[in-house]
């Protein structure tokens, strides 16, 4: 996956799919133009939240229990 990080959801979805590692991506630069570091710390902080809220909406009460089967197919 090259892009398309945006929010916690996407974080979930692309470790269920088999990474290892999620890059942030441009939402810390967009961050970092509002408001400088403070603006980054906010981006990264909303994003955790975001992604904690969907594990726990999905029942994973660790990173370890995401996997393949945490996916609805639409």
Known sequence: M???I???ADVFKA???GADAVGLGRPHIFGL???GADGVT???RQLQADFELTMALSGCK????INRDCL???
């Open 2 to 4: 090259d892009s398309g």
């Open 6 to 8: 945006r929010g916690g």
């Open 15 to 17: 470790l269920a799919l």
């Open 33 to 35: 133009t509002l408001a």
């Open 42 to 44: 906010e981006v990264i």
């Open 62 to 65: 660790n990173v370890s229990e």
């Open 72 to 74: 609805v197919k639409a």
